[in-house]
Structures are given as C-alpha cells and as structure tokens.
C-alpha cells in the first residue's frame, strides 16, 4: 500500500523528469551545474526519485492461499481436515492467521495465531477438540451441529498484504441400519410379495433398492424413511435384493433373500436336479463297469493260480511215483 501511494503522488515529478534527465547529465558536466535554473530544477526532481527507490522496496511474489475444498461434509461426532496452503511474498513474514465461522448475520472467531493472551491459538470450546497444522489447516474433531458455517481463513503478513478464503462447512448425522421385512413371511410362485425397507430419517437421505446388488427395480416407491419394493414371485426371483440408504457422510446397506416354498427357487432347482441326474447316469455305469473289472481280474487272477498248483503237483507225481502210490495206498486204507 505505501508503494501505490508513493507511486501516485510522485508519478507526475517523473514524468517531468525525464526530460530533465538530459538537462542534468550536461550541467553535471559543466562548472556552472548549481548556477543554472534547470540544473537546480533537475537536481530537485532527481532527489525525489531517489528517496523513491532508497524508501520503496520491490517486492517479489504474491500472497496465495489455497483451498483443497471449497465445500465440505462432516458427520457428526467425527473428524473434518479445513486443508489450506499459503505462500509469502518473498522477504516478507507472517504476521497473523484467522479462522473465523460465519453463521448468518454473526460471525465469531475460531483460531488466532499468534495468541499471546491464550495457551492455545484455538478460542474456547475449541482448543479441547481442535488441531492445527504449519500450513494453516485445522482439524476440528467430535463435530456438532452447530460447527455448520462458513469458515473464512485471513492471512496477514508484515508489510500489510492481507487475504483470505472461505470453505462452507455441512455438519450431517450418520444413517442408521435399515431393516427389511417381507410380506408375506413364506411366498410361493406367482404370489404378490412385497419388501419394506425402513431406517431412521436424517437430512438429505436417499434411500433405493438394489437387485442382486446391481441394478435398480423399477416397481419401487419411497415415502420419508420407508421404501416399499413389490413383486410378483417368478422363477427368476429366487435372488438377493439389497437396500441401500445413504446421504453425504455415510452409507448403510442390508441384503435381503426371499422366504418361500421350495418352489420359489424352481428354475434354479430343476438345472440343479438335472445336472444330478445327469451326474449319476454317468457316475453309475463307471462304478459298474470298475466293478465287473475287478470280479473278472480275481476270477483270472484264481484260475491262474489253480492252473499253476495242480501242474507242480503233476510235475510232482511225475517225479515221485513210489510217494504218490504210498499216498494212494494211505488213501484207501483210511
């Protein structure tokens, strides 16, 4: 700011002054520089120039501060980051950071660094549930309803150059789980079949259904907290139907499956018994087909064996025919 004024108020002198630059160079040459009209008229101007420059320094840079989010959402009972950055022109220091809440027509401050009054740059009902960051940020924690505003953040260096920005703050309850009742408890196919989904109401909740956790069914209506979702039990109902209710801090979802008879499922089952069906004709004549192999391997298997003992035992009576007569003699005796 003393820079523009000083630039203002002798712009007009400078102007004149460059023509008087010329003037000056020659009466510096001269022994008469300090006798002549214009040399004192040059001389004058030239000094106010140069208590400018001398005075006036040039300042590099600007102040910037910038904001991650311009608008947030917070759940109450939780944690919100206020995320800012700042640089400073260069040469000059930080003389103060603000945090003020904006609520309507009152305004009350949040934050002041430095404080020399306080311990704790935060203002009461703050500094118990609040951090701050080097970068200017704050952390405000256990947040209530009545942290809803807009936070307008000053920064103020020590030349005088002074800027701000502003974040609005939404404060939301969390949703609540829903529940999900069927009516009729226990369907059968081709009975009219209806779902309510109910969960406590909080501002800007949504609330929709969701089948086999991805598409939307149409025949679906809402009324504050409660959702109603009506069908007609097909074959291609047995699956999973999903209520999802959620707002700007927080999302809650219950997966619900039809109650029935068996027949609720029928074109999921009649695949199924097929496919048992089909496993067993294949299953069956493979454990018969093992099995007759393997009655067929010990009939082979015996046979082989009777064949070979009564041939050692021929070639053993071929070999002893006094022992094999004696046996026969016993034989008979007996």
Known sequence: MLALSVIAGNAFYICESLDAMVSLSSCLISSRCRLTQMCRYSYKHWHYIFIFITIVPVSTGTLEIKVEHATLYGAVGESVLLSVNYSLPKDAQLLDITWKLKQGPGTRKVYDFPNKTLSSPFITNYEMRAEDFRNGSIMLKDLMPSDEGLYVITITTNDGIEKDREIQLYIEAPVTMPSITQSPQSASRGELVS?????????NMTMRWLESNSSSPENSSSDENVMLLTLT????DCRTYTCVVENNVSRKQLSHTLNGSEEL?????LPNRSSLWISLGIFIPIALCSIIIIIMWCCYKTKREDRKKGKDEAELQEMNPDLSKRDSRFCSSI
């Open 195 to 203: 779902l309510l989904c109910n969960a406590s109401r909080t501002a």
């Open 265 to 269: 499922c029928g074109s999921d089952i």
């Open 233 to 236: 039990v097909a074959p291609g």
